[in-house]
RNA sequence: GCCGAAGUGGUGGAAUUGGUAGACACGCUAGACUUAGGAUCUAGUACCGCGAGGUGUGGAGGUUCAAGUCCUCUCUUCGGUACCA
């Protein structure tokens, strides 16, 4: 008999039998209840990392746990392939995209398999195949017949390294969420998608999500960002044209004694063409479009801005306001001008102060009296409306609707809601995407590409350019083409690709049905499968890829293709796994390892002496450089032991600072079992295999693991089983479902394995066999080889999960815990059917307790027989 | 600034509805078995105190027979977001 636990043959042994098997191959089957678990698929980035290994394994232990359930699981796995760091790989490395993407998953595929995990690999996809981005192109033609995707010159984020245009959900604290470079805003003419016509349902969906995390609606709700205003309109003096305004705060109109205009706003130019003003008004829309528009920026920058010359009408006042343009005014967001309230808003005040303008209180609050004169800041609070005409001496939250209603009846003003959420850009400027199938053609315009013609294959000879454009552009052959409508020879294809998060945003229902060659999905396996009853990943994509594919399900229903507007019924968002890494000025991210050298009591980098940032713990990250490879752990100790650890560390929703300390526990945790299952196999006379239907006399039993520890163990192989049920099913809190079994390991360790009571036995086997079966989706090759050892036949995972016995939970005996004024004082055992008059009695006459009580007048005693039984004594 | 989450031993973390704080591990200490062990087993391990006992869940109050858990205020850390009108 092996001592230990032998990962490296037992392993590869059963995994070999999974496949051969076919274990987790599935298709739709009526009979059963399905369930479809899914990961966030990985970017094939070249090896998987320790937030992988725990990501998948926490998907794995559910869908083998659904299994023995008796559901039908549908756990499949694929490649987010497409992507810039192939890119960046391709030209460092002499090697072009496509391979190094492909070689990269083979590698990963290999890792994961290693990893012992149970997807259905016949169902693998690679986003950057044609076989699955012909139907993403698909999709874009319908969207772009129904008006859905459009394309319009902007403004937009622009990333100078990557040389792309990034969505707003791309950009993280004006930088790129891939290179952290400051993005820049420059003006294209890009492709979008309209998003933002189901912004109210995304939003009003969010409270319809019970099994997302609070978390991550939250997030998204405020992404979204809906706020309920009005729309007025002022009429410029002088002309026949007017300027509309969003405000929060119609209330507050009477009050606005200027108005301000974002640069970018068209009527800038027009309003000072001609005049005096119109040379520092140029100069100055110059100066802000060069100033960056990011939070440090915002820093650098006073508000400030010049007066255009033009003065508009205040349509609650009548009164000639002037129109200014301001740095602080976003062309982006409402309309891009405001009625500036400098009594009511901060922002407005400061820029009142600055250049001498007007202002008027409307709103008085309760206990003070506001001057225009001394006032050192705005009031943005509630109170009584003053220097508003009819509506004085309203309380201004009432006058919000009133004085909307006013407005609106003149034609000046309507009810609106502003989102703040903006409409997908999904062009990008890069090589390693799916090409966007449209040809502009000089006479036609822009031209879809005929159904017939898909996919339009990104051409796989092609050389990247040094600096990281595309050369698309530059390929002839690709470039050059036929007008689809006119037939004009010099009709030119679009050459940037979509957004790698298109892709992402609906390859679950490929998933479905992955070689489906007659559309998107097979509409029948999506009506088996779809939506996913249970996703996993990580946070990060709460606005980015979880927002977009639920407004994809969104899409495809409008165009009538599913009958379900929500993706993920319930999602989990693991926590991330960090690590400690260190910055030097000169050499960047490095790992802390190879870095840290103290000298006279300072880090230093070790390359260049320098002092160095002391390490931050970060998300692991590639691109940071603190990735932990799992593959020094699989090869000591196999991926069970891995998998149990990473398990066993935290809470999966938790963040985990990476730290291997723990792993040695693990490991013996397995050769303990090991070798007590092993032990007991020597030592038991064994065709006893229906040990269930022999414990029955041990039902309700009083039990005490000294004195009876045949009954003792069987009320803790069920309350085990309880406990590691609920845990995985209702909280996924596989670290305390792993402890569980560790007691119920720790209480067989006390039973002497020489005895030769048959009973207690078979209570052993009984308790040997479900700690098997409750461990196999943890560790489900060490499972399976002890379960073939205790003579099974078959695969632990076809068989079913334990159930336990509800009359087999509780103890004859229960713990009496006493406490005087609140404070823990003794414990005694009783018959758990010992009323309370005989508790009380035993807990008074208790020698400890009489020390504590004595002279003292008794007020009350409190018995509570909940969980515990509990005595409490007030004196 | 606004929104959200979290603060428990030396460490990771336990603790349905308020009811024995620290399960289960890591680490450490001592012992056993060993030629040896980084194998295994046994015992101990929140803090202060010789002890009886006292103190303890970021801090300060409060409710309660009883508070890690509920309420008020506050501090710290992390995440999201931000001239959003």
New binding site residues.
Partial sequence: ME??YQPEEVEPKWQAYWKEKKLFKVSEDTSKEKYYLLEMFPYPSGKIHIGHVRNYTIGDVVVRYKRMKGFNVLHPMGWDAFGMPAENAAIDNNTHPAAWTYDNISAMRAQLKRMGFSYDWDREIATCRPEYYKWEQWLFLKMLEKGMAYRKESYVNWCEKCQTVLANEQV??DRCWRCSRTVQQKKLWQWFFKITDYAEDLLVHCDQLPGWP??VT??QK??I?R?V?SQLTFKIHDRDENIEV????PDTVFGATFMCL?PEHPLVETLCLGTSREEEVNAFVQKVSSQE?S?AG?EK???EGVFTGAFCINPATLEKIPIYTA????????T?A?MSVPAG?Q?DFDFARKYNLDIRVVVQPENETLDPETMTQAYTGPGTMVNSGEFNGLDNTIAIDVMTDWLEKQGLGKKTI?Y?LRDWGISRQRYWGAPIPVIHCPDCGVVPVPEADLPIQLPEDANLLEKGGSPLPTLDFFARTTCPACGRKDARRDTDTMDTFVESSWYYLRYCSPRYDRGMFDPEAVKYWAPVDQYIGG??H??LHLLYSRYFMRVLNTLGMIDFKEPFSRLLTQGMVCKETTTCPEHGYLFPEETRKIESGKLVCVKCNNDVEVGRV?KMSKSKKNVVDPNELLEKYGADVTRLFSL????PE????W?E??V???N??V??VWRLVLDWLDKIETGNSKSDDNLEPYTGAASNLKSDPAKALYIKANQTIQKVTDDIDKSF?F??A??AV??L??DL??VDTKTHDSELQAVVLFCLENILLLLAPIIPHFCEELFQRLGKKGSVLECPWPEYRTDSLKTDEV?V?V?V????RS?FTIEADKNEAVIREIALSDE?IK?YIENKPLK?V?I?R???T?V?I?V
Avoid at 246 to 249: A, E, G, K, P, Q
Avoid at 648 to 651: K, N
Avoid at 654 to 657: G, N, V
């Fill in positions: 001592e230990r993280e604290q609070d978390k939250v997030m405020n992404w960002g706020s205003g969003f405000t929060t705060r974002a528009r939070a915002i920058y006073d508000k740095n602080f005014v976003l062309m982006e967001y409402g891009g405001i808003d922002r502003s703040r946070v990060e709460a606005v970060i066993f560390a935290a809470p938790r963040d985990l600072e730290n300390d723990g040695e526990g693990s013996r945790f050769n303990r809190h670290n305390t792993i402890s560790m007691e390991v720790n360790y006390a713990l815990v406490q004024n609140g404070k823990l414990k400890k020390k009350k409190i509570i909940k969980k515990q509990l409490n007030v």
